[in-house]
């Protein structure tokens, strides 16, 4: 496994990334088996909204969340 992304921190924001990316997807109409991204999002972070506001807030979500990784890593 790549150093990068070894910390458990890190592969959370991967998969956070990689679930706004879906819910990206859907809102521009791709459907997907199993359950939508739309209701993983909700469910996992506690998000509220119809699809449009809760892409938002995992856009604001994400974002914070690399700027916590990125203030950690300066302090250490």
Do not use: H, W
């Amino acid at each position: 496994m790549s150093p990068l992304i070894a910390e458990p921190d890190k592969i959370r924001y991967f998969q956070m990334l990689a679930r706004r990316q879906a819910l990206k997807l859907e809102l521009m109409g791709m459907k997907r088996r199993g359950r939508t991204a739309y209701s993983i999002c909700k469910s996992e972070y506690g998000l509220r909204g119809n699809r449009k506001r809760v892409y938002d807030q995992m856009l604001r979500l994400c974002e914070k969340t690399r700027n916590d990784i990125d203030n950690k890593e300066t302090l250490t």
